[in-house]
């Protein structure tokens, strides 16, 4: 019998669509993508990625490096190098000025007490026993990735956030979210808040009634070697009582399986990417940022935490691939700040370095500013100093006539005398009156109406806030410096060394999805990093929807099986 079509028509064909341009086929409303996923790898900083690339293996961080998209001079363009503030600019494209989240935690003047970027009197959390107060995302000031692409869609997209932390989580999935999911910190159960639903779907509640976290515990943690690292073994913490899966569980890698466990359950019983829109999932890995904290960017434990990552996301890609296909994916990695190097460390090698008590110095604050106003009786004119932001107790000020503008300028001096290199105040930055440098932008798009009247210091470089371990929270590269890559049949391959900005990741998106980009967008569309019409490996068409496409025998590139017309 002869061929229905000889094999040079058939050529032909897949010539013929390999041509067509790649926007053809890129469309929110026709459900090309079927999925976005964006993995933010918390405190993830941007020489990672070329620090271990001979140690990497395939399928993980080398699906953006060798073939995707991959920004090498990503940066931060602003000083509250912090969790809530980074996944807020992730997906609104704008900055603090512009989304409103200023840190992870605020003095609230009404309240008389920090509050969190998340919390919500008017919530309450589902997933565990009790009325504790809930979170959602009432504090953002701008919309979302995904609150367009539900506003495009007439909400048919489906949009969720997962992560450890309920900022991480909260905040990504935006106002239009269909569901964010974050872990309780003792027991581990994942749980989310009755500003998305009033009890968890039957498969959330189903994996926490088979009790998967237990099995995390009582675990080593072991480097390629062989070594131990550390131990998931049930232990007390600092005040005597016995510590939680967040505390124990959440510095291992560990943690990242236990959120991909989840983050699987979510996209088979959601079906997500399977629907006549594009979808959007957010996963944050917080464990990163847990352990980074206590051990610092080079040590031992950082680089197998790093190499394991990889190993975790190549394991999670050929999930993706197994159940939607590659090419019917696109997929970005981005951090939500980076880190500093540990004191001890820096000095090593002769950099100037120092570990502040953040508690001493709000002392010492608080003695300069009552020697200027009472006389020099103990008062509390600072109510909490998050190094280096200095949050004021109004009212103290008030009592004493002072105006907000007076007060703010004298901390600002009190903390130069504490030792930080500057400062630029909540009513200088209202005001816009920041000298025209890059220093005095990043801390103009730092700025946000939250938080009563607080103070912004310039810590020196190389000083963290705390007498252990390392943080982060400044206007320098090793703070603002992320990755930026990404994966997918519109995207070029290659590094590219242009500057890029992680504003510029919901806006790329929502300009190939054919959306708005995101109300108080700034960032720019990556042209560069986009495949030309006529890029013949990058522009095949996503094959037809499937209710479930069939399991392949290996994992390929999505750019082989897009020629050999299958899926991954």
Known sequence: MKPLIRPGIVQLLVCALLCLPSSAFASAYNGHPRLIVIVVIDQFRGDY???????????????????????????????????????ATLLTGTYSSGHGIVANEWWDPQKKRMV?????????????????????????????????LKLATGGKSRVFGVALKDRAAVLPAGRAGDGAYWIDHLSGAWVTSTY?????????????????????????????DGKTLRTTAHRKGKDGSDAGFYEVVGSTPFANDYEFEFAKELILYEQLGTGPTTDLLTISLSANDILGHGVGPDSPEMAAMVLATDHQLAEFFNFLGHQIGLANV?????????????????????????GLNA?????????????????????????????????????????????????ERATGEAMKQAGLRGYFTRFQLAQGAVPGTELGRRFLNSYSPEGGWYVMGVPVPFSVGSTKGTDHASPYTYDTHVPLAFYGLPFQLGAFHTHAEPVDLAVTFASLLGINAPTHATG?????????????????????????????????????????????
């Open 49 to 87: 990625l070329e620090r271990y690339r001979d140690q990497f293996g395939e399928g993980g961080f080398r699906l953006f490096l060798d073939r995707g998209a991959y920004f090498t001079d990503c940066n931060y363009d602003y000083a509250n190098t912090r969790t809530a503030p980074g996944h």
């Open 330 to 354: 696109w997929i970005a990695l981005s951090a939500d700040h980076g880190v500093a190097p540990l004191p001890q460390v820096a000095s090593q090698l002769h950099i100037p370095a120092e």
């Open 196 to 224: 998305y639903r009033s009890d968890l779907p039957k498969w959330a509640t189903d994996f926490n009634g088979s009790n998967r976290a237990s099995k995390y515990w009582d675990r080593e943690w072991r480097d390629g």
């Open 116 to 148: 969190t970027s998340v919390e919500d009197d008017s919530t309450h959390l589902v997933g565990i026993p009790g009325e504790t107060q809930g979170a959602s995302p009432h504090n953002l000031l701008a919309s979302t990735l995904g609150d367009e």
């Open 524 to 568: 720019r569309v990556l042209t560069e990093a986009l495949a030309p019409p006529h890029h013949a490996e990058n522009s095949a068409p996503p094959a037809e929807k499937s209710p479930r496409p069939p399991k392949p025998a290996e994992f390929k590139p999505a750019t082989l099986v897009a020629l050999q017309g299958g899926r991954p």
């Open 359 to 407: 508690g001493e110095l709000k002392t010492q604050i608080n003695k300069t500013l009552a020697a200027k106003f009472a006389a020099g009786k103990a008062a509390e004119f600072v109510a909490t100093f998050d190094y280096p932001v200095a949050w004021l107790n109004d009212e103290a000020f008030s009592s004493l006539k002072i105006k907000e503008e007076d007060a």
